[in-house]
Structures are given as C-alpha cells and as structure tokens.
C-alpha cells in the first residue's frame, strides 16, 4: 500500500463535512483516511495506480456519496515530502511575511511561459513539474494570485499554503 494526498478545489465546511468526505473515501476503497483541516486535504492508503486513476475513483465515490465531485488532484504523499525538501522558494527573494503558495495542476501546465510573472503584488515564481509555486504579500486587493493562476494555468488546479502542505506531508 501507498500513502496519497488528494487536494479538492472548492471545498468548505459549506459544502463538504469533512466526516462525510473521509465516509466517501472509504466507500471508494481507500485505507487508513484522514481528512486535514476543512478544505479538502485527505490522506489515504491505496495500492500503487496511476494519480488519473485515483482521482477518478475519488471524484466517482464523491458523486454517489455526497450528490456531488470535486475538482481531485492526487499526489503520492513522498512525493511532496520531495517537495518540501527541495524548498523552490529558495531561489527567490520572498519576504519573510509572504505567503508561499503550492498549486496543483491536473496534468501537465504545459506552458512555455516566461516567469517569474507578478500581479500586485502576487507572483508566480517556477513550475516544477504539475507544481506551481507562487508568493504573494497578503494587500488590500484581496488574494489576487488565484486570478493571476487561474488566467496563467486555467481551472483544473487547486492551491494550498506551504503550510498547509507541510501538514499534509507529515
């Protein structure tokens, strides 16, 4: 058995109870499920598969469960500890009271672009393979790096905090 992340786009205590989110894992066959805060981190065990594979499973158990799929993104939980110990933020002046953003795209980017790209303030600093990594100072526009993201990479992608993956590693 191996142990995988699966981030969901737009899930809240609005819309999602995470008791219920772990019940549906669970139907889809996955083991030892932890749900990580309340916006969509669970971790479980599964055999070896392809992420395209898990996350289909993921988003079909969702459906039947909860009456509605969430945007999966699935990652083997190593390699995001590969991640972390890479720290691609290193290579880049980020003000310590920056918050380090990691997005998750479905697929490949695949996107020859020139970077680092800034919006006020919000920056998208490298792509490492389906990996996003971007910092932004938090201002009064709001998180403007979702819209530079989503304008950049498109729709099929979920962000998380540096920290918010650092506990999803663990």
Known sequence: MQRYAAFL????????KMPEL?????????GNV???LSSGNVVFDARA???ESLQRKAETAMKKQLGQPFLTIVRP????????ASDPYRAFRV????KRVVTFVRGDPGK????????YGARILCVQGSEVFSAYVPGPRGPVFMSLIEKTFGKELTTRTWDTVKKVAK
């Open 49 to 51: 598969a392809s992420e």
């Open 22 to 30: 772990k019940n549906a894992f669970e139907a889809a066959g996955f």
């Open 77 to 84: 939980v190593e390699a995001l500890r590969e991640i972390l």
């Open 112 to 119: 020859q672009i020139k970077l680092p790209i800034e919006l």
């Open 9 to 16: 786009r737009g899930v809240s205590p609005m819309n999602a």
């Open 34 to 36: 932890k749900t990580l």
């Open 95 to 98: 003000p310590a009271h920056a």
